[in-house]
């Protein structure tokens, strides 16, 4: 049995890690991916707060007209 460091390696082959770059690449990827989310929730948020803001609005100018037609 003979230890692995024993082993001697072809120096004209040429070995490229991919994993670790795939793994940096797949990483970004998911990191915009949650920035995308994340952009696209503000939104939304944003966008029903103020939709509900709008409705409060016109709910209280619809009341104060009521209020305004019962005093005749």
Same mark, same amino acid.
């Given at each position: 049995?003979? %230890? %692995?460091?024993?082993v001697?390696? +072809?120096? $004209?082959?040429?070995?490229?890690d991919t $994993?670790?770059?795939?793994k940096?690449? !797949?990483?970004?990827? @998911?990191s915009?991916?949650? +920035? !995308?989310?994340? /952009?696209?929730? !503000?939104? @939304?948020? $944003?966008? @029903?707060n103020? &939709?509900? /803001? =709008? &409705?409060?609005? !016109?709910?209280? =100018? /619809?009341?104060? +007209?009521?209020? *305004? /037609? *019962? $005093?005749n």
């Amino acid at each position: 049995f003979k %230890a %692995a460091s024993n082993v001697q390696k +072809d120096p $004209t082959e040429l070995t490229v890690d991919t $994993t670790h770059s795939a793994k940096v690449h !797949e990483d970004v990827s @998911f990191s915009e991916s949650l +920035d !995308e989310l994340n /952009r696209r929730v !503000e939104e @939304f948020i $944003t966008k @029903f707060n103020e &939709q509900i /803001r =709008l &409705q409060r609005q !016109e709910s209280l =100018l /619809r009341y104060i +007209d009521m209020l *305004g /037609r *019962g $005093t005749n």
